[in-house]
């Protein structure tokens, strides 16, 4: 499952936003680390052939890319596709804004209780999220981008297609942590597509 958030702020006039992250663990180096289209794990081309609700948790997980723009805050309006979404570059407090992951994915439904799990029921209700991100991609009826891991079965090379397509906010956000609903405000970007 991916697991989503919902840190503890709220605006007057907008929805609270609902940052997430990619589940996939990283390797002692701090690299994305993750199963490829070829693992006994993963059936074949499984993407294509398999409905959201028929793959197994390890197929799941292997489509999310890691590019973190989930755990961003983000305002929503009260629409019902949710697809009336602004982005700012500021992060939940667990993530580790240089990796773009999760700095304790184990524990942090301690620290962001509402942190929660993306299933493929919740998908109908998550049309803010990217337009790169897999699952909101194989529910709208389209594939995966090209860069995708699955796709080309070579981490150097999905990283480096993401970074031409300006996906993944590592590098890119700033911790939630000291940030005041006014600045929070002025740090809406434009560089994640919806
Ligand atoms: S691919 Fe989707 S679930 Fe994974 S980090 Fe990106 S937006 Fe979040
Ligand atoms: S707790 Fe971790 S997984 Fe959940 S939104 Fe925050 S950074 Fe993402």
């Excluded at 609270?16 to 289209?37: F, K, N, V």
């Excluded at 693992?39 to 890319?65: I, K, V, Y």
């Excluded at 570059?89 to 990796?99: G, H, K, Q």
């Excluded at 890119?172 to 005041?180: K, L, P, Q, T, W």
């Amino acid at each position: 499952m991916i697991n989503l958030a919902n840190p503890a702020t709220s605006y007057p006039d907008r929805k609270p936003s609902i940052p997430a992250q990619p589940s996939a663990p990283l390797d002692s180096s701090g690299s994305m680390m993750r199963p490829i289209a070829t693992t006994p794990e993963l059936r074949a081309q499984f993407w294509q052939r398999f409905a959201l609700d028929e793959l197994t948790t390890a197929e799941w997980e292997a489509l999310c890319d890691g590019c973190g723009a989930c755990c961003l805050i983000k305002f929503l309006e009260d629409d019902d596709a949710q697809t009336d979404v602004e982005y700012t570059d500021v992060a939940c407090r667990l993530l580790d804004c240089e990796s773009g992951y999760c700095s304790n994915y184990a524990d942090r439904q301690k620290y962001v209780p509402d942190c929660v799990s993306l299933t493929p029921d919740k998908l109908v209700d998550m049309m803010w999220l990217p337009s790169n991100c897999a699952y909101k991609r194989l529910y709208l009826g389209q594939d995966l981008p090209e860069w995708h891991l699955l796709i080309t079965g070579d981490a150097v090379a999905t990283q480096q297609g993401m970074r031409e397509a300006g996906v993944g906010v590592a590098g890119r956000c700033v911790s939630e942590v000291g940030i005041s609903e006014e600045e929070l405000e002025e740090r809406v970007v434009t560089w994640i597509e919806v």
